[in-house]
């Protein structure tokens, strides 16, 4: 059974930092492509970062320099950096795990930046 479970979400104030986790098990996690996405109240999923299983990263233009992807493949987690954190960033974050056909979304976790 796959499972991709993220935690660190939560509240914080404009300008500040916060450090998504998410823990996979299920998928041999070294050959998936690892991702963040999110998703703000009325709006459509999208992309805030992927890195690939040679570590190779890529964000959304907007984010850069803000947001940091690693991951970890001997713990099977990939980690979000979050920097200077704005009140647009406010939406639930997603994990999801690529691999050839195979597409897999954690339940996510919210994060709420004040102003």
């Known amino acids: 059974q796959v499972q991709l479970v993220e935690s660190g979400g939560g509240l914080v104030q404009a300008g500040g930092s916060l450090r998504l986790s998410c823990a996979a098990s299920g998928i041999t996690f070294s050959l998936y492509v690892m991702g963040w996405y999110r998703q703000a109240p009325g709006k459509q999923r999208e992309l805030v970062a992927t890195i690939t299983n040679g570590a190779t990263t890529r964000y959304a233009d907007s984010l850069k320099g803000r947001f940091t992807i690693s991951r970890d493949n001997a713990k099977s987690t990939v980690t979000l950096q979050m920097n200077s954190l704005k009140p647009e960033d406010t939406a639930v974050y997603y994990c999801?795990?690529?691999?050839?056909?195979?597409?897999?979304w954690g339940k996510g976790t919210l994060v709420t930046v004040s102003s």
């Open positions: 999801n795990a690529k691999y050839s056909t195979l597409n897999y």
